[in-house]
C-alpha cells in the first residue's frame, strides 16, 4: 500500500493507504475501538473493528498505549465530523514501538517549567572534540550538531531538519577543517540506512543542478569547471566499507581493516568516481555511540559518508540511529558515556520508539567542493580554525 502522510489523505479518497506514526489517543468499545493517530502532519481517526482487522490484531489495539508507535493501513473515507475531514478504516494494524511506562506528557496542562526538565546538554559526536563552556557555574558545550534534538522533533513532526553552527574542538590542521562549520541536517522518521543514501543522493543532485541553472556567472568567475558539475547525477556509486578497503589497499594504500579513514584515503577514493560515492557499513568501532548495528554482519553500523570527487572527501556523514532502549544503553556504555546525561534520549526509546535515520550535511566543504577551492577557509566569512580566532 502507498505510505501517506495524514495531511495528504485526502489525495486517496476511498483508496487504501498506509500511516505510520503514534498513538494519541484511543476510546474503546465491544467490536470496534477509535484510535487517534498523529504522524507530525496532522492527525486522523481511525477506525477499527474485529470484522475489518480480524480478533487477533483487534485484541492487540486492546492493548495500545498512549504515544505506542503503529504502522496502520486502511481506506480512506470522508467524514463531515471528523477533524480534517476524512477517516479511516483499518484493515491491517502493526505496532511497531508498544509504551510499557506511563507517558509522562498527558492532555492537560501542563507547566513549562515541567515540560523543559526533559532537556539537558550532551555530547554527540565523541568527547574528544567537544568545547566546554562555564554555563553561570554549570558545565556545558559548544554543540558539535543538532542530531540527537533533531531526534527529539522528528518523533514529534515526523521529518524535521535543522541547519546552524556546529563546533569541534578538533586539533586538526588542514584544509578540511574549521572549529566552527554550518551544518545542515536532516531526520527522519520511520527511515532506514538506505533512505538517507537515497535523500543524500537526491539532495546533493538538486543542490547542483540549483548552483549551476542559477549561478553560472559566478562559477565562471571562479573558473571552475561546470562539467565536472553536470556529471553530477544519480545514481551514485555505493561501495561498502570493506569494498573500500580493498580498493585501497589495491592502490597501494597500508590501511588495515578495522582502521578510519584519513584525509589520504578520502583523497584517493574520492578522485576514482565522477560523482559523489556513497560508503557504508563502517565498523561500529569507530563510529558514534548512536549508530544501529547491521543485524546481517556483526560489529558493522549502518551508517554512511558521502565523499565528494575530485579529491574532496567526506561532505556528509549519517545513518541509521539505535531505536531499541537496551541497545542503545550498551552502545553508551561501550563509548564510556554516562546513562544519566543521556535520560531524555534513552526516554525516546521508552515513549513509542520507531526507526529512523539522518545525515549530517557541512555547507563550507559542500561549497568548496561545488567552487573548486582549495580550503575551506574560502567558503566562510570568518574561518575559526586551529591558530586562527580573529577577527
Ligand atoms: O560526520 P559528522 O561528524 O556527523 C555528524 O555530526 C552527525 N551527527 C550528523 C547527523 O547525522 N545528523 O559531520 C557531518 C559533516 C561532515 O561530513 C562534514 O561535511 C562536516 O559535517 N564536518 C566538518 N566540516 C568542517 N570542519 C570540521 N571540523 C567538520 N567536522 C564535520
Ligand atoms: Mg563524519
Known sequence: MPIVSIEDIGQHLGEEVTVRGWLRHKRMGGKIAFLVVRDGTGDIQ???????????????????????????????????????????DATHLQTVHLVTEEFPIQPKEHGTGFLMEIFTPNACEGTTTLFETDYFGEKAYLTQSGQLYNEATAAAFGKVYCFGP?????????????????????????????????????????????VLARRKEELKILERDTSKLEAIVPPFPRLTYG????????????????????????????KEFDRPVIIHRYPAAI?????????????????????????????????????????LESGLTAHGLSKEA??????????????????????????????????????????????????
Not at 60 to 80: C, F, K, N, P, Y
Not at 255 to 270: A, C, K
Not at 305 to 323: F, K, M, N, S, T
Open 166 to 210: 556546529t563546533f569541534r574542538a578538533e586539533k586538526s590542521k588542514t584544509r578540511r577543517h574549521l572549529m566552527e562549520f554550518w551544518m545542515i541536517e536532516p531526520e527522519v522518521a520511520y527511515a532506514e540506512l538506505r533512505d538517507m543514501m537515497d535523500l543524500a543522493e537526491n539532495f546533493l543532485s538538486f543542490v547542483v543542478a540549483q
Open 287 to 327: 563510529k558514534a555511540f548512536y549508530m544501529q548495528p547491521d543485524a546481517e554482519h556483526p560489529g558493522l553500523a549502518l551508517c554512511m559518508d558521502v565523499l565528494a570527487p575530485e579529491g574532496y572527501g567526506e561532505i556528509i556523514g549519517g545513518g541509521q540511529r539505535i531505536h531499541d532502549r537496551q541497545v
Open 46 to 88: 481511525v477506525v477499527v473493528s474485529k470484522a475489518g482487522v480480524g480478533e487477533p490484531i483487534f485484541a492487540e489495539t486492546g492493548q495500545l498505549t498512549q504515544e505506542s508507535s503503529l504502522i496502520v493501513t486502511g481506506r480512506v473515507r470522508a467524514d463531515i465530523r471528523a477533524p480534517g475531514g476524512f477517516e479511516l
Open 243 to 270: 569494498e573500500a578497503i580493498e580498493r585501497l589497499q589495491k592502490s597501494g594504500n597500508p590501511i588495515q581493516h578495522g582502521d578510519d579513514f584519513g584525509g589520504d584515503e578520502e583523497t584517493i577514493l574520492s
Open 342 to 391: 543521556f535520560q531524555w534520549y534513552l526516554d525516546l526509546r521508552t515513549f513509542g520508539s520507531v526507526p529512523h535515520a539522518g545525515f549530517g550535511m557541512g555547507i563550507e566543504r559542500t561549497v568548496a567542493w561545488i567552487c573548486g577551492l582549495e580550503h575551506v577557509r574560502e567558503t566562510i566569512p570568518f574561518p575559526r580554525m586551529l591558530y586562527k580566532i580573529y577577527p
